[in-house]
Structures are given as structure tokens and as C-alpha cells.
């Protein structure tokens, strides 16, 4: 077993015991069982698929804290606002989001199989963590989903132009079956990168690339500590203006309107906002996520859809690559190997991380995750790069 700290190093602990751990310590903050498993699976499939900024490195950063502080309420009812049938408004009142996405995910695609297409918007959620977890339930059962989420009132990244901060990252996630191979998911900041891969390699004492933050002057920054010390701020997907900074804005602004303005939950761009240094500022309180999900097979035939599905993926991993040793492939391919290879081989996680754990346990009389006896050969440090984008 892996006993260093340093976060190039990494242990294996199983996915049935990492699931089951998570579930406890929700569990242990106060969600009923179910919301508790539900909410595992979403946050353990950020290191199940390599995603790991998004994964249980937020567990004592970002989730438990929402509980310690009073921010989300474990055993909340969400409240249905308005039930139009085919799209429905809902009050998550400060429910946790790792479950209540799925479950808006899930409501969609009950009414997308009676009406063909499902809406439903949230107000007054939290964190839903990878918004691709989510999505991807509902391509499992056949059909499409678009979800986006805002980040409520927290402002990470300035307008171009501007001086003050006024939108979140902003992330969206697409997701779809492609055949009998892994569906498509797409998840996604609207942001070059979100803030988690920033805020790890910080912690993790490593310079970003270029193109990820930029100074007042627009210079690069490769210092990540320079985003929450004040002096580094964070550039919209397509860098600047001249390269298709106006791209990654607008679909910003896309999933505000979308997720936040038509539910009615926090929004960023306010005017007391202006006078922020444009820097990270306010806090995730009352996000918003909106979800749609259309049923391919209450459209047209199930069959047809099937077919010209399984042919459009099939032109795409067929197709000749520039480098054989590099096939073509499609956002959600890479993360589905990792999940496949990380369900037999064992979830890997850094030993900072899994030392973190083993603590949380500790200090709520929880069973500890254990390590794997050890790592399969060739087993290195987690990914933390998707090559979807995310």
C-alpha cells in the first residue's frame, strides 16, 4: 500500500467500498439513504472517469462544508412551483445537488416519454458537481439530454472588456447514445478550464499552461495560486477576442439565461458586482440548472433512430486518423475506458486525498476506505485532464 503524501503518488481503493464510504458520510450529515446513494455516484464518477477536479477532492472543500455552514439542507423537499406537463419548475430549496440533479434528470425523461421532450428548471440548488453524471442517465435510457447550471451568485470571470468579475464558469454537459458504444457526453465549463483545475494545480505545487489566466494586462499567468491571490483572472473558452473568447462568453450567457433567469435563481451579473476587483467573489448560493430531455423514439421510430445512430458513430471512430497510434474518438469515449479499466482495477486516487479521507472517517466513527493491496503494473497518478474538455 501507498503511504507517501506526495500527490504524484496514488492508491486504489475499490469502487463498491469508495461508493459505499460516500454514502456514509452523507449519510452521516443527514441524507436519507437513497439521496445519499445517488449523491455518491455522481461524485465518485469525477474519479471514476479521471475527472478529478470534480471529484472527491470537493468532498471536504466544497460539500461538507455546505452542511457545516448551513448552505444546503440534507433532507430538503424540493417544491414544484409550476407543472405545465411537458416542462415543470421546481424549488430545490437548498437540497443537495449531487442528488437533486439526477432526480431532475430523471423527472425530465419521464415526461420526455409522455410528451417526447421534458423540461425542468431548478431554482435555489447547490453544487451538482460533474454535470455530465447526470446527463448521462438519461442517454442510458435511450434518449437526449442538455443540461446547464450556473453558478449562482458567484462571479469568477470578467465580460470581455470588462473590469469586474460577473459569471460563474458556467458548465453545460450534452449527452447521447452513440450505438452499442459509450454514449456521448460532453461536459464542460464555458470557461478555458473551470476553477478546479486551477485550484489542484496549486495544490499540487505546479505551473498551468499558458492560456489559462491572464494579468490586468492580458499577459499569461502560469502561477495557478495567482487566480485566488487577486492577480490572475480566469479567460473565457477560445482565449481572447481575436481567437473566440466571444464563443465561450456567449455560451456563458446562453446557460445564464437558460439556467438561471428562466428558474429564477441567483444570477451574477448584477450591478453591485461592478466594483469587484475581478477576482473570484460572492458565494454558490441559489444556483440555478435547467434540464431538457427529449425521447428520439416517441418522435420516429426506435429502430430507424437506432440504426442511423449506430451508423454516424461508426463513421466517426472509422474514419482514417492523422496518427494510427491516435484513433478518432468522440467526449465520452475516454471517460468510459477509465471507468471500465477503474471498476476492476480500483478507483485511483492521490494519497494526499485518500489520507483526507481516511480522516473524514476518522472524525465521524466511519468505516476508513482501505487500499488496494497494491497498484496494477504501469498505475500512475490519476488523470486529471479530459480529453472531452471538460
Same mark, same amino acid.
Given at each position: 500500500m501507498t503511504t507517501s503524501t506526495s500527490a504524484t503518488t496514488s492508491v486504489r481503493v475499490g469502487l463498491t467500498e469508495l461508493v459505499e464510504f460516500t454514502t456514509a458520510v452523507f449519510r452521516h450529515h443527514g441524507l436519507p439513504p437513497?439521496?445519499?446513494?445517488?449523491?455518491?455516484?455522481?461524485?465518485?464518477?469525477?474519479?471514476?472517469?479521471?475527472?478529478?477536479?470534480?471529484?472527491?477532492?470537493?468532498?471536504?472543500?466544497?460539500?461538507?462544508?455546505?452542511?457545516?455552514?448551513g448552505r444546503c439542507d440534507p433532507a430538503a423537499e424540493p417544491r414544484v412551483l409550476a407543472d405545465r406537463g411537458a416542462a415543470v419548475l421546481l424549488d430545490a430549496r437548498r437540497a443537495l445537488g449531487l442528488w437533486s440533479a439526477s432526480e431532475a434528470v430523471d423527472l425530465a425523461a419521464e415526461r420526455a416519454l409522455q410528451y417526447g421532450v421534458g423540461l425542468v428548471s431548478v431554482r435555489d440548488a447547490t453544487h451538482l458537481g460533474c454535470a455530465g453524471a447526470h446527463a448521462k442517465?438519461?442517454?442510458?435510457?435511450?434518449?437526449?439530454?442538455?443540461?446547464?447550471?450556473?453558478?449562482?451568485?458567484?462571479?469568477?470571470?470578467?465580460?470581455? &472588456?470588462?473590469?469586474?468579475?460577473?459569471?460563474?464558469?458556467?458548465? =453545460?454537459?450534452?449527452? /447521447?447514445?452513440? %450505438? !452499442?458504444? +459509450?454514449?456521448?457526453?460532453?461536459?464542460?465549463?464555458?470557461?478555458?478550464?473551470?476553477t478546479g483545475r486551477v485550484r489542484g494545480a496549486a495544490r499540487a505545487g505546479q505551473p498551468i499552461p499558458e492560456g489559462w489566466l491572464e494579468d490586468r494586462d492580458g499577459r499569461p499567468v502560469t502561477d495557478p495560486q495567482a487566480l485566488d491571490r487577486g492577480d490572475g483572472y480566469l479567460k473565457w473558452l477560445g482565449g481572447d477576442p481575436a481567437t473566440g473568447a466571444f464563443?465561450?462568453? &456567449?455560451?456563458?450567457?446562453?446557460?445564464?439565461?437558460?439556467?438561471? =433567469?428562466?428558474?429564477? /435563481?441567483?444570477? %451574477? !451579473?448584477? +450591478?453591485?458586482?461592478?466594483?469587484?476587483s475581478g477576482s473570484p467573489s460572492g458565494q454558490d448560493d441559489n444556483i440555478g440548472f435547467t434540464v431538457l430531455v427529449v425521447a428520439p423514439a416517441e418522435l420516429r421510430s426506435r429502430e430507424d433512430f437506432e440504426s442511423q445512430t449506430a451508423g454516424m458513430f461508426d463513421a466517426l471512430v472509422g474514419s482514417p486518423a492523422v496518427d494510427e497510434a491516435r484513433p478518432v474518438r468522440y467526449p465520452g469515449w475516454f471517460e468510459a475506458e477509465r471507468a471500465t479499466e477503474h471498476g476492476k482495477s480500483g478507483v485511483p486516487l492521490s494519497a494526499p486525498l485518500f489520507a483526507e479521507l481516511v480522516t473524514v472517517a476518522k472524525d465521524r466513527s466511519l468505516r476508513a476506505p482501505t487500499a488496494l493491496p497494491e497498484s496494477p503494473p504501469g498505475a500512475g497518478s490519476p488523470s486529471t485532464v479530459s480529453p472531452s474538455g471538460a
Open positions: 437513497g439521496r445519499a446513494l445517488t449523491a455518491a455516484h455522481a461524485l465518485v464518477h469525477g474519479d471514476l472517469t479521471g475527472i478529478t477536479s470534480h471529484g472527491l477532492t470537493n468532498l471536504t472543500r466544497l460539500y461538507l462544508k455546505l452542511f457545516e455552514d442517465r438519461a442517454a442510458d435510457r435511450g434518449m437526449i439530454c442538455l443540461l446547464v447550471s450556473n453558478c449562482g451568485q458567484q462571479r469568477i470571470i470578467r465580460p470581455p &472588456g470588462g473590469q469586474a468579475a460577473l459569471l460563474g464558469t458556467n458548465p =453545460l454537459a450534452f449527452a /447521447a447514445p452513440a %450505438g !452499442p458504444r +459509450p454514449p456521448l457526453v460532453l461536459d464542460m465549463s464555458t470557461t478555458v478550464v473551470p464563443k465561450g462568453y &456567449g455560451l456563458g450567457l446562453l446557460v445564464e439565461v437558460l439556467g438561471a =433567469l428562466l428558474p429564477g /435563481a441567483g444570477l %451574477g !451579473p448584477a +450591478p453591485e458586482a461592478w466594483s469587484g
